[in-house]
């Protein structure tokens, strides 16, 4: 069994995929080629977002972003320590300091109810995390931050697709971030990534930046990077386009058999009623959980760890985090586990996978409770 089936994806979309890149090899154009123009065009019709801009990464999106909102040195940036360490990346690369706010024990997203005490007159942005593939509260992060005029970007990098209160993920703050690698909901044979934003003047920084700081060609206004997403990148995430809305329908369908499976047996992150999630990744809470993984990798059930070490305690962050013990992150770091997840897993793998699971847990608790009778 595959943790994350991109072969089975390919033979659905084997055809769209060819043709698109054909069509590049045709016309040779391979950076900044028409399918830029018009993955961008239809990204940001998919999200309701005045502008979407291609990127190399979702690394870069996020530092991008930064960029265009001047932060810099002296700056602090507050954001979630149970995230990919892209997030506080892109702040430390641009001399900036990152803040750590908790993240809610139930749903693994930044504690909006955490985040105002955290906001000082040195904080440029906030950087929620849409984990997991479920926004963040957006509004009441957006709310608080406005209290202190502060800018938002959402690291959706997980959850494109996703709604949150009648608004898609990338279109629910100053800037939204996503990333198209391979393994998330939507993806590209490579990597790459987007920006969105209805603001003019942002998106126009973040197109000079992407480009080097080009207004126009050899002439640089701005600090930039070479950020630019290739246009066969661009090709075959439109080529996946088509099928997308199904893909979600079928993470849907396949969180719901394990959410019916798994019952009140297993814990579970949490998912709220007033946003979707595309399920990037399926995770459960559970103890003894490297005992567990080997139980079930000799099952042949591959699981994963997002993440076992959050940020403010990696080392090269540790001197940042200003001491937070950020104590419900270090709880989910310590009992997550991904669930293979994805539109073409059947109900049969997710019947094997769930029997196996509950077989291991039935045993280990069968184990501690000998050990407390004993």
């Not at 979630?80 to 139930?106: H, S």
């Not at 909006?112 to 995390?129: M, N, Y």
């Not at 088509?242 to 814990?267: C, M, N, S």
């Amino acid at each position: 069994m595959e943790f994350i089936d991109l072969k089975s994806q390919y033979q659905a979309t084997r055809d769209l995929v060819n043709a698109r890149i054909q069509a590049v090899l045709d016309h040779g154009q391979y950076i900044m080629g028409p399918e830029v123009a018009e993955l961008e065009a239809a990204l940001a019709q998919y999200t309701g977002a005045r502008h979407c801009i291609t990127v190399s990464s979702g690394t870069e999106a996020l530092l991008i972003a930064l960029m265009a909102l001047g932060v810099g040195r002296g700056d602090e940036v507050v954001t979630t320590p149970f995230t990919f360490i892209a997030t506080a990346e892109v702040i430390v690369l641009l001399g900036a300091t990152p803040v750590f706010v908790d993240v809610d024990p139930l749903t693994a997203n930044l504690d909006a109810g955490q985040l105002d005490a955290r906001i000082t007159p040195r904080t440029r942005a906030v950087i929620p995390v849409s984990l997991y593939g479920q926004p963040a509260d957006m509004d009441e992060i957006n709310a608080i931050a406005a209290r202190h005029g502060v800018a938002v970007i959402e690291d959706g990098a997980q959850s494109f697709g996703a709604d949150y209160r009648g608004r898609k993920s990338g279109n629910l703050s100053t800037i939204g971030c996503t990333s198209f690698f391979p393994s998330k909901p939507l993806g590209c044979y490579g990597d790459g990534g987007a920006l969105f934003t209805s603001d003019d003047e942002l998106a126009g920084a973040m197109r000079e930046i992407r480009l080097h700081g080009q207004s126009r060609r050899y002439v640089h206004t701005r600090i930039g990077v070479g950020g630019r997403m290739d246009t066969l990148q661009c090709a075959i995430v439109l080529a996946k386009l088509p099928l997308f809305e199904w893909e979600l329908h079928q993470r849907r369908r396949a969180a719901a058999t394990y959410d019916a499976l798994l019952g009140t047996r297993v814990r579970r992150v949490a998912r709220r009623a007033d946003r979707s999630s595309v399920h990037a990744q399926y995770t459960v809470l559970v103890e003894r959980r490297e005992a567990l993984q080997q139980a079930l990798q000799a099952a042949g059930i591959p699981t994963a760890v997002h993440y076992p070490v959050p940020v403010h305690r990696q080392p090269a962050y540790a001197a940042l985090s200003g001491g937070d013990p950020c104590p419900a992150a270090c709880t989910l770091a310590g009992t997550v586990m991904s669930l293979p997840m994805g539109p073409y897993l059947t109900d049969e793998d997710i019947g094997a996978v769930c029997a196996a699971l509950l077989d291991c847990v039935g045993e280990a608790r069968t184990a501690d409770a000998a050990i407390l009778t004993a």
